[in-house]
């Protein structure tokens, strides 16, 4: 069974632009969460989807955003990107109704922002 | 807010020794907490799921146990080898179907 696949792998981008991301879970998983890994700050949680639905959402602001198809592939966009959304964005899938676990994650996008 | 701890930061060992990771969390209404390594560069990689129902979970030479009550989780590795160097996270789901991640502690086996 193939793993979670997130798309790129690496990412430059100037401030100001806007970015997507995408990852594909694994074939029969409906739950995708999305975290920005930094040195800084660890792992911290951006949303989660469920079935097309935003089902959990983490404390960053509106810039960050995504959404989910019916095949279970999401993407997450990043809008007026700011030097410090530099980071390791990683993309998890679960196959669990009422809870997310257990994860399984994808290599990431490594975005820098200069 | 859940906040969770992994102490120690950073551990170096000599190949073969036994270790322990330690996990503490401050909200004890956990769903389940998982185990993950990260090798540089690198997603994370599953290592143990333990239900909150649960005290342990074994796998090879890695064992997980779980006390909710207390609020903590260790991570056990057997017999250690090179191979096993990586950052080290401990997770928490709590119910409201969130992961809370620890910062990691990174493991360097020396062969």
């Known amino acids: 069974k193939a793993g979670v696949t997130q798309t790129p792998r690496y990412l430059i981008k100037t401030r100001g632009q806007q970015v997507t991301l995408s990852c594909s879970p694994i074939?029969?998983?409906?739950?995708v969460s999305w975290y920005q890994q930094t040195p800084g700050q660890g792992l911290q949680f951006l949303f989660e989807?469920?079935?097309?639905?935003?089902?959990n959402k983490g404390n960053f602001p509106g810039r960050f955003s995504g959404r989910q198809f019916s095949n279970s592939r999401s993407e997450m966009n990043v809008s007026t990107l700011e030097l410090g959304d530099s980071a390791l964005y990683l993309c998890?899938?679960?196959?669990?109704?009422?809870?997310?676990?257990?994860?399984?994650f994808g290599n990431g996008t490594r975005l820098t922002v200069t | 807010k859940q906040e969770v701890t992994q102490i120690p930061a950073a551990l170096s060992v000599p190949e073969g020794e036994n270790l322990v990771l330690n996990c503490s969390f401050t909200d004890s209404a956990i769903y389940n907490l998982q185990w993950f390594r990260q090798d540089p560069g690198k997603g994370l990689t599953s290592l143990l799921l333990i239900q909150s129902s649960q005290r342990e979970q074994t796998s090879g030479r890695l064992n997980a146990s779980l006390d909710k009550s207390s609020g903590r989780s260790t991570l056990y590795i057997a017999a250690s080898q090179p191979g096993d160097s990586a950052t080290y996270l401990c997770?928490?789901?709590?119910?409201?179907?969130?992961?809370?991640f620890g910062t990691g502690t990174s493991l360097t086996v020396i062969p």
């Open positions: 074939s029969g998983h409906r739950s």
């Open positions: 998890a899938s679960s196959s669990r109704d009422r809870s997310q676990g257990p994860l399984h």
């Open positions: 989807y469920f079935s097309e639905t935003q089902r």
């Open positions: 997770a928490v789901q709590n119910t409201g179907n969130q992961f809370y």
